[in-house]
Nanobody, 129 residues
Framework: QVLLVESGGGLVQAGGSLRLSCASS????????MGWFRQAPGKEREFVAA????????YYADSVKGRFTISRDNAKSTVYLQMNSLKFEDTAVYYC??????????????????????WGQGTQVTVSS
């Protein structure tokens, strides 16, 4: 079922920028924590970034910290991932996912993909060297 739809991927040169969007059709979007994950060819899916329901707190994988920024606009039911200083290693299919949680959001909850109940179809990001 289509509940989250990613867009904004494409081909970009190393050092360039892209902004990914994830539009949600869920009525409960504003109460959900959101995450971005990615999967590179031949590799397992990995955590990239996460944001609390109100957008006040963000989290990042060490590999993207300082380069990527996650944000959300609850009025538009959309979460974003601004990617700057892109590297070849960032090449992957990027997925957004939603997790309902009202309490503390520790690292294992943020990064454990099995706790995200809803996923988008993914958008391809290719960084050329």
């Amino acid at each position: 079922q289509v509940l989250l739809v990613e867009s904004g991927g494409g081909l970009v040169q190393a050092g360039g920028s892209l902004r990914l969007s994830c539009a949600s059709s869920r009525r409960t979007f504003s109460g959900e924590f959101m995450g971005w994950f990615r999967q590179a060819p031949g590799k397992e899916r990995e955590f990239v970034a996460a944001i609390t329901s109100g957008g006040s707190v963000t989290y990042y994988a060490d590999s993207v910290k300082g380069r990527f920024t996650i944000s959300r606009d609850n009025a538009k039911s959309t979460v974003y991932l601004q990617m700057n200083s892109l590297k070849f290693e960032d090449t992957a299919v990027y997925y957004c996912a939603a997790q309902s949680w009202a309490g503390p959001w520790n690292r294992e909850r943020r990064e454990r993909e099995s706790l995200y109940a809803y996923w988008g179809q993914g958008t391809q990001v290719t960084v050329s060297s």
